[in-house]
T-cell receptor, first 113, second 116 residues
Framework: QKEVEQNSGPLSVPEGAIASLNCTYS??????FFWYRQYSGKSPELIMF??SNGDKEDGRFTAQLNKASQYVSLLIRDSQPSDSATYLC????WGGGADGLTFGKGTHLIIQP | GAVVSQHPSWVICKSGTSVKIECRSLDFQATTMFWYRQFPKQSLMLMATSNEGSKATYEQGVEKDKFLINHASLTLSTLTVTSAHPEDSSFYIC????????????FGPGTRLLVL
């Protein structure tokens, strides 16, 4: 049974600071790792994905992957109030696009103005 | 962009009735479509994987006779909740992968179902 664990929060970060979100996963066979943002009552929006160990940067967002530790993180630089949302970590196995995603429960992030 | 729509966006029905939810990829052909369910304060749970012209693959614990999936074309998948009961009340979200870009799942806006 694949499991994805996240701290539910809320995580409160002052505006302009760096928000750090963490995720661990149980299945060592997981190949692809995703971060989604979900506003209340809405469906998830993809922020970024990562496949390889190390860092991947996209604008204010940096995803970090450590497969040995089965750990994924998302850093949000220069946090804005509009970043306040629930952040979902998701993983996928060997099947690639044919496989659905296994999601964590999400971390509720609050950016304080 | 890749746009996925769902219809209806919300539905209220009486216990025992059936409800059909449509998921459409508007500007691309979807290799695969997925159906998820999300209860309040919970994560998205994959219910089934759907490919055009073939039977859906259901996740463990999801009743295929209760949640009927029809993937009639490369742009349309439907989920029918048969004989709905209050415990089926949830947020149902579909997603689709695009031919040639199978790494990314594009999510629809979701359908909120309330069974009275």
């Amino acid at each position: 049974q694949k499991e994805v664990e996240q701290n539910s929060g809320p995580l409160s970060v002052p505006e302009g600071a760096i928000a750090s979100l963490n995720c661990t996963y149980s299945d060592r066979g997981s190949q692809s790792f995703f971060w989604y943002r979900q506003y209340s009552g809405k469906s998830p929006e993809l922020i970024m994905f990562i496949y390889s160990n190390g860092d991947k940067e996209d604008g204010r967002f940096t995803a970090q992957l450590n497969k040995a530790s089965q750990y994924v993180s998302l850093l949000i630089r220069d946090s804005q109030p509009s970043d306040s949302a629930t952040y979902l970590c998701a993983v996928r196995g060997w099947g690639g696009g044919a496989d659905g995603l296994t999601f964590g429960k999400g971390t509720h992030l609050i950016i304080q103005p | 962009g890749a746009v996925v729509s769902q219809h209806p966006s919300w539905v209220i029905c009486k216990s025992g009735t059936s409800v059909k939810i449509e998921c459409r990829s508007l500007d691309f052909q979807a290799t695969t479509m997925f159906w998820y369910r999300q209860f309040p304060k919970q994560s998205l749970m994959l219910m089934a994987t759907s490919n055009e012209g073939s039977k859906a693959t259901y996740e463990q614990g999801v009743e295929k006779d209760k949640f009927l999936i029809n993937h009639a074309s490369l742009t349309l998948s439907t989920l029918t909740v048969t004989s709905a009961h209050p415990e089926d009340s949830s947020f149902y979200i579909c997603s689709a992968t695009r031919q040639g870009q199978q790494e990314t799942q594009y999510f629809g806006p979701g359908t909120r179902l309330l069974v009275l």
